[in-house]
RNA sequence: GGCGCCGUGGCCAAGUGGUAAGGCAGAGGACUGCAAAUCCUUUAUCCCCGGUUCGAAUCCGGGCGGCGCCUCCA
């Protein structure tokens, strides 16, 4: 059993194995922190998060460094519309996005570097790939990198870049490059760039990063040279992570990274998710509709992270069905009476099992489709086996129990789901003391108060479930 | 124009050579005072046409349909 990633660079499937042995360096690329993230944002965090916490769960010490991008052209665009800095423009958003993750359960990385906490080492960078001969400075005052200078250019997206139609959607009059396949790695400042407060001092003169520089340089120094993973969205093979490697690999004379990986993009309703299509939806909107972070995260999670992913509400309703049907089997197995005399029910046995197929599941490529339905087919098995047998002994049970929980540290479905219906211990108090009054009502027979009972509980959303060992409840 | 992806039951979604996981929804039954939960039964020759093979959803060729990247973008 060992785990198979796929490498963007190779297009193909390749056995995992960390430049330092039990040690895993992962650098994500995260959002650029000028508006609220939407929910084709967190599909991709969630990919990043399965990654993260399956590494974790494998035994592996994992390293997980996410960005956060605070300097480039639309942050200064959106500050400059609002008349404020652009560190006044993000910080507040940079909170509602960690708010945000935490919400969807996502695990926080070790750091979450700003690219503005690095200028200096960004423009160490710089000088040393202009003394390297990759990169020249332009009368222009922005530094652009050489392209010719590095031969392995386009290699990760498997292109020809001499048959790329420069210019065929973007003007390169204005820039004073050599090649107009070059990129910027600093950029001269404007006066908008000085309005809000998005320019520093530099070999060239004023100006900023390009937005290329921020990730080699953050995750060079957070994580060393050569990462094991690099993660990001399908958008951003070409060019961002083309050049991040022509950078990395010709300023440091080292393989950057080891496997790239990368996530596609949701669709919402059938179309892409664009601005112009006006499709966008923000987690917190989802939120205000009702929706339980708990479903938005299994319908997230519930294709494979390379597939496509449709986004419904009716999709989300489907979740929130499924979710339920897991929140239920767990409260069952706690709830289960124990029997120290009890015949073996087979539970250790498909416990183990269930585990090791989520184990195979996962080390594909991080199939949480496929995991998911492992976990689903160990509802089914071990509900069917109880109903066979209505009394276990507690070693049983608490396998069962360590197997759902196990699995579910890497998909986080019921961690999600209890944050979000935690209930006051008042109200669980008078439902218990309902339930109570419920019981005896039952036990003289008398069902017209026993049901006037659920239904004022129903009303409150609380549903109840009779059993033969008592009534169960738990928040609708 | 270049590079690439996808087309599996009503909906969603696994499955890359041996005769189709799982979730949701529907139907029938069991259980229940009635429910809820649960269980059992039930709904697919995998877009089409050829080819390779003892055998293909899975490989090859062609077609039809949908989509992504090549530009800021998760």
Same mark, same amino acid.
């Given at each position: 059993m060992t785990l198979k990633v796929h490498n963007t660079a190779t297009r193909s499937l390749q056995a995992f194995e960390p430049l330092e042995a039990g040690i895993v360096r992962v650098y994500g690329c995260g959002p650029t922190i000028y508006n609220h993230a939407h929910i084709g944002n967190f599909r991709t965090f969630l990919f990043f998060d399965l990654v993260h916490r399956y590494l974790d769960w494998s035994g592996y010490e994992v390293r997980f460094v996410m960005n956060l991008t605070d300097v480039d052209d639309k942050v200064i665009e959106s500050a400059v519309e609002s008349g404020i800095t652009i560190t006044e423009k993000t910080t507040p958003f940079g909170e509602a996005f960690l708010a945000d993750s935490s919400t969807l359960g996502i695990r926080p990385a070790e750091s979450y570097p700003r690219a503005t906490d690095y200028i200096g080492a960004m423009v160490d960078f710089v000088q040393r790939l202009v003394d390297g001969g990759h990169a020249y400075p332009a009368d222009d005052g922005a530094v652009y990198f050489s392209?010719?200078?590095?031969?392995?250019? %386009?290699r990760l997206k498997g292109i020809? !870049?001499? !048959?790329?139609?420069?210019g065929a959607r973007v003007s390169h009059d204005q820039y004073d490059k050599e090649d107009a396949r070059d990129f910027a790695l600093w950029k001269a400042a404007t006066a908008e760039d000085e309005q809000v407060e998005a320019a520093w001092d530099s070999p060239w003169g004023r100006g900023r990063p390009g937005w290329h520089l921020e990730c080699s340089v953050m995750s060079i120094a957070e994580l %060393?040279? !050569?990462?094991?993973m690099h993660l990001g969205g399908?958008?951003?093979?070409?060019p961002h992570h083309e050049n991040e490697i022509a950078q990395s690999e010709a300023a !440091?004379? *080292?393989?950057?990274? *080891?496997h790239w990986m990368h996530g596609r993009h949701l669709f919402v309703e059938g179309k892409k998710m664009a601005k112009s299509l006006g499709n966008f939806i923000t987690l917190r909107e989802l939120l205000d509709e009702g929706h339980d972070p708990a479903a938005i995260r299994h319908l997230l999670i519930s294709?494979?992270?390379r597939g496509d992913l449709n986004f419904t509400r009716q999709g989300l309703e489907a979740s929130g069905s499924a979710l339920q049907r897991l929140l239920d089997f767990e409260s069952r197995l706690k709830g289960l009476a124990v029997d120290? %005399?009890?015949?073996?029910? %087979?539970l250790a046995t498909i416990a183990s099992e269930a585990v090791e197929s989520f184990r195979g599941a996962m080390d594909n490529d991080f199939n949480s489709a496929d995991a998911l339905a492992v976990v689903f087919g160990f509802v089914s098995s071990v509900n069917a086996a109880l109903d066979a047998h209505p009394a276990v002994i507690a070693a049983d049970r608490d396998a069962a129990l360590a197997a759902l929980h196990s699995m579910d540290e890497v998909l986080g479905l019921l961690e999600v789901a209890s944050a979000s219906r935690v209930v006051d211990d008042d109200l669980a108090a008078y439902v218990e003391q309902k339930i109570q009054e419920r019981s005896e009502a039952r036990a003289n027979r008398d069902f017209a108060t026993s049901d006037a009972i659920r239904d004022e509980l129903t009303g409150k959303g609380i549903v109840l479930e009779d059993g033969p060992d008592g009534t169960r409840w738990k928040v609708g």
């Open positions: 392209i010719a200078s590095f031969a392995e250019y %386009g020809d !870049t001499s !048959t790329l139609k420069v %060393g040279e !050569t990462l094991d399908e958008d951003l093979v070409f !440091t004379g *080292r393989p950057f990274v *080891r294709s494979h992270y120290a %005399g009890a015949d073996p029910s %087979g």
